[in-house]
């Protein structure tokens, strides 16, 4: 069998360059459509079992994240259900930033990403598994430009409204594990938390915001090159139907919280970005944000409070982000949830890496802190 990489699948994202033989595969990986983002990839690599193959993808000093390199190791499966770290190196000075990933495929074909996939065939499985258990409602909010359905899960009969979206940066594929993990156990009818917050609370997820970039591979933008996260302030039909329908629906039923799920190229650590710079910031909102953050690290050590993004200065908001535009126009507790591409560097995994099996631990775990602080959050 001849040495093959594809890239022509749902999320797949890779040009090849070069394939010399299994120690000369040269890659690149494409931009988002209609925009200079680039860093997600996926793709398989085939007719090499048994054999030391040494890929390189180059190019990527211009790539959305540089500094998501150093340190970084590919996710690697030979299956698509077990994915492990493939040894990785970065040389930011060979020919614009060169990814070494050597591996020796066990099978006929290996499928290598920048993070474990999460396909929309599997996002339509958790809709329809989800949707199916007792008193889950599935709701279309409206479509992407491409037509795919937004969807939202609703489920619990109290008067707070709690919201949770994930994926408006289609790469971040850790934030629908982390929908899953969560969705799992607020379906559990024998979990103490999830009834505590199902007798509060009305839940509404939204597992992927952007399903357009999902199918296509891209990192950051849909597929009009739009990043979905700086839409909140004027979204449009045009641009960003999909933050303009959940957006919508959310000034239906009003928000008690929101909890923006994310991941971060660069930094080894799971953290939370809030809203200090928002110009109606109130000290009720500071406080529930200090609690929550504080209350979750003592809940899980996956999570900190020592490493994260700067927070913006009194009226410096962007409100075009989901966080901020929330948070302002809302009066609530509002969050952006980063979990690492790379490890996590507290508590490493030599095998795995930051995980899906992690980021669903951490959904279920983000429960927790959330039914012990639902009281105040009316
Ligand atoms: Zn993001």
């Known amino acids: 069998m001849s040495l093959s990489v594809s890239a022509a699948f749902d999320s797949g994202n890779i040009v090849v360059e070069r394939l010399g033989g ?3 595969i040269e890659l690149r990986i494409r931009k988002d459509r209609d925009s200079e983002f680039f860093q997600w990839f996926h793709f398989r690599l085939s007719g090499a079992r048994g054999q030391r193959c040494t ?30 770290r493939a040894e990785t190196r970065y040389d930011r000075d060979e020919a614009g930033g060169t990814l070494t990933i050597t591996v020796t495929p066990q099978g006929d074909t290996l499928w290598l990403a920048y993070f ?15 949707g199916a258990a007792p008193g889950v409602s599935v709701r279309t909010l409206g479509t992407s430009l491409e037509g795919q359905p ?4 609703s489920l619990g009969e109290g008067p707070l409204q709690l919201w949770f979206i994930a994926r408006q940066h289609p790469g971040e594929s850790m934030a629908e594990w982390w ?36 199918r296509s591979g891209h990192l950051r933008t849909n597929a009009a090159g739009v990043n979905l996260n700086r839409e909140w302030a004027s979204p449009s039909i045009e641009r960003s139907p999909e933050v303009l329908h959940v957006r919508a629906a959310m000034i239906d039923t009003g928000v008690n919280f929101m909890l923006d799920v994310h991941g971060d190229e660069a930094i080894p650590q799971v953290f939370v970005a809030g809203f200090e710079g928002i110009p109606s910031i109130t000290d009720r909102q500071l406080a529930l944000l200090h609690d929550y953050k504080a209350q979750l690290a003592a809940q899980t050590p996956d999570f900190q409070t020592r490493i994260g993004y700067p927070p913006s200065s009194p009226g410096k908001a962007n409100l075009t982000m989901s966080t901020n535009a929330v948070a302002e126009r809302f009066g609530c507790l509002a969050m952006t949830l980063e979990m690492p591409f790379k490890d996590h ?11 899906p099996e992690r980021s669903k631990q951490l ?16």
Request: some cysteine; aromatic content about 6%; glycine content about 8%.
């Open 22 to 24: 299994p120690d000369d």
């Open 55 to 84: 890929l390189r993808i180059t190019g990527l000093e211009a790539s959305a994240y540089p500094g998501g390199w150093p340190g970084y190791r590919a996710a690697a499966s030979n299956d698509r259900h077990h994915w492990w």
């Open 116 to 130: 474990a996939p999460y396909s929309m065939e599997r996002h339509h499985d958790l809709v329809a598994r989800i």
């Open 150 to 153: 937004i969807d939202c899960l």
């Open 179 to 214: 929908m899953e993990g969560a969705l799992e156990r607020l379906v559990d009818g024998d979990d103490a938390v999830a009834r505590r917050l199902r007798e509060k609370a009305t839940l509404h997820l939204v597992p992927n915001m952007n399903p357009d970039g999902s």
């Open 345 to 355: 560097d507290d508590r490493p995994d030599a095998v795995a890496g930051w995980s």
């Open 363 to 378: 959904g279920r775990d983000c429960l927790v802190t959330l039914a012990e602080m639902v009281e105040r959050l009316r």
